[in-house]
């Protein structure tokens, strides 16, 4: 197994445990089995278009940069799985996960076996006991179920804008999903020649055939074709955390005021919980460029991966420890820089571009890193500071989740900046 090996911290974090949520204010079709190709239409609400002469992320990219805007509507008929069991063994989403013995990695050979494939440009991996649901980027839902795979449309207004690496991107079974059969989801929209994103939530239908907007969290955030961050969970507090991306403003990083650039904390209304590091504002941590993962070890430690800068000094990816109020530097340092009052990486790739995204912690204090521009699923030790391997050959990997003691990956090869393989992308559990 080959091991990284990172620079020496310029700190040492204390662990400091989330702080309880006291007080809150108000907020400032038709289905295929599993493996084959549902039937695809063009989504009026996706935007064709992606390069890197157009406006991507070279840090992120693979260097086969090509067309990009994905669209992904269909319909469901699958009946309604029961159940929340979110995406890691011990997230704040309800995680079930492995239990405490061993590592879920202990054991695994390199094969994978395929949990669903042909989906296109898939984000996000959630569970809800059996049943598997992934945001696709052009729109919709791809959702496994009974072994049935279907995608459901999403009716949103506005509609979602598949440009660079903005669409349909985070998502989040709501803590009690088995009766009100709720999620919360992070999209990208036009508006006039802008690009913005809005943290929503949504309301399966009884009938399994899609889902329907029914209120507004957060809208009017900062939005480019790259740097959109857009990864939201549900913490052990019972809070809801979204990871914002500086929108290629990076000024906007250290600006408080902006929500660009941040890890934000809200209650599942929407509203700024009373005990957020910053009075009736919704910034719980800030100075991100462009963080695409969070998940929380059993202790309630929270845990980051960020991508660092591109061009030269490129690389430069972070694993962070997230403590409320606290200043991660970009764009004002990078690696072991260090300023005052500006909180050091745990881990950083030197200029090693990995483009770390969708991350799960498990059980035995370890947090797994899905990685881009890195084709790759690591493991991160942070009581070590090393960076291991644990799979490769699949090509780019958007998100990880462990659940029922499995490992499970979402490829990102079909996104424009990959080589697909046939059937992909997939979804793939580790053996």
Known sequence: ?????????????????????????????????????????????????????????????????????????GADGAAADTGNDGKS?????????????????????????IAAERLETPWEIQFAGDTVYMTLRGGSIAKVSGGRQTVQPVSLDPGVLEAGEGGMLGFALAPDFAESRAAYVYHTYGEGDGIRNRVIRIEEEPSGSGWTETAVLLDGIPGARVHDGGRIAFGPDGMLYVTTGDAQDESSAQD??????????????????????????????????????????????????????SGNPGGHD??????PGANYGWPDVLGDESGEGLTPPLYHTGEEAIAPSGIAATPDGKVLVANLRGESLTSFDPETGEMADVLSGVGRIRDVAVHDGQVYVLTNNTDGRGSPAEGDDKLLILR
Do not use: F
């Open 1 to 73: 197994m080959r091991t990284y090996t990172p620079k020496k911290l310029a700190a040492l974090l204390l662990l400091l445990p989330l702080a309880a949520c006291s007080g809150q204010t108000g907020a400032p079709a038709g289905s295929v089995p599993a493996g084959q190709s549902p039937v695809q239409t063009p989504n009026a609400g996706s935007e064709a278009g992606e390069g890197t002469d157009a406006g991507t992320d070279p840090n992120e990219a693979n260097g086969t940069d090509g067309a990009d805007g994905k669209a992904e509507p």
């Open 89 to 113: 063994a011990t997230s704040g989403s309800g995680g079930t996960g492995a239990g405490s013995g061993g590592s879920v990695t202990d054991g695994l050979t390199g094969e994978t076996e």
């Open 318 to 323: 972070e694993m962070n420890e997230i403590v």
């Open 256 to 309: 408080t005021g902006s929500v660009a650039g941040k890890i934000l904390r809200m209650t599942p209304e929407g509203g700024v919980p009373g005990d957020n590091p910053i009075a009736d504002s919704y910034v719980y941590s800030y100075g991100h460029r462009n963080s695409q993962g969070i998940d929380w070890l059993a202790d309630g430690t929270m845990y980051a991966s960020e991508h660092g800068p």
